[in-house]
């Protein structure tokens, strides 16, 4: 499967607790994403990779939040002392850049957190 | 502030029927006009995309119109299938950033193709 994958699919984790999740995009796409999703809302963007380069960041993504590409290739997302709010579907993305014109951005399947 | 709004969380259409699927936004640098899917348990899949210097995209039986004045794009589906049955996503990225970045959604629609 050469598709976006994502890891874990499923974590739940107590309240104070640091998780980390993992996005390994497409082979050859350069540039990687993070949304959040929460019940009855569309996708919201959190930060965005440029190969290994940390491009831009959301408001959402507080101090408790930080995201790596070390190689340009995998991502990881950790979450520090995690609260119930953080309770989401955490998707990944990747594009190539290519022009002007829109490039799909292609999603992994997600990892919902659940904290307790 | 939610610059991309769909107002109908739900919509039901008959199989073979035309399925509308509207879309209003606020900003006007957004220069491009996106359409996602999503089955559960799985991530967004893109459809269909439409350039603010358009006013229509087809593909297949998907078809996109943009209405700049009004700001308002809708997606039509014809002939609406049981395989069409998800949750529609519409999106828009910014003009200012650099191509291929950040995309704002709206909240969704779910759409069910009843037989």
């Known amino acids: 499967d050469t598709g976006v994958s994502q890891d874990p699919r499923h974590k739940i984790t107590k309240r104070g607790q640091n998780v980390t999740f993992r996005c390994d995009p497409i082979?050859?796409?350069?540039?990687l994403y993070w949304y959040r999703q929460t019940l009855g809302q569309g996708p919201e963007f959190l930060t965005y990779?440029?190969?290994?380069?940390?491009?831009?960041k959301s408001r959402l993504l507080s101090d408790r939040f930080s995201a790596e590409r070390p190689k340009g290739s995998f991502s990881t997302l950790e979450i520090q002392r995690t609260e119930q709010g953080d309770s989401a579907m955490y998707l990944c993305?990747?594009?190539?850049?290519?022009?002007?014109?829109?490039?799909?951005?292609?999603f992994g399947p997600g990892t919902r957190l659940t904290v307790l | 502030d939610q610059q991309v709004k769909q107002n109908s969380p739900s919509l039901s259409v008959q199989e073979g029927r035309i399925s509308i699927l509207n879309c209003d936004y606020t900003?006007?640098?957004?220069?491009?006009f996106l359409w996602y899917k999503k089955y559960p348990a799985e991530g967004p899949t893109f459809l269909i995309s439409?350039?603010?210097?358009?006013d229509k995209n087809e593909d297949g039986r998907f078809t996109v119109f943009l209405n700049k004045s009004a700001k308002h794009l809708s997606l039509h589906i014809v002939p609406s299938q049981p395989g069409d049955s998800a949750v529609y996503f519409c999106?828009?990225?910014?003009?200012?950033?650099?191509?291929?970045?950040?995309?704002?959604f709206g909240s969704g629609t779910r759409l069910s193709i009843r037989p």
């Open positions: 993305a990747s594009s190539l850049t290519r022009g002007s014109s829109y490039n799909e951005q292609f």
């Open positions: 082979s050859e796409h350069n540039r």
């Open positions: 990779f440029q190969n290994e380069a940390q491009l831009e």
């Open positions: 900003n006007s640098m957004f220069d491009y």
């Open positions: 439409i350039s603010s210097i358009k």
């Open positions: 999106a828009a990225r910014g003009m200012g950033y650099s191509s291929a970045s950040k995309i704002i």
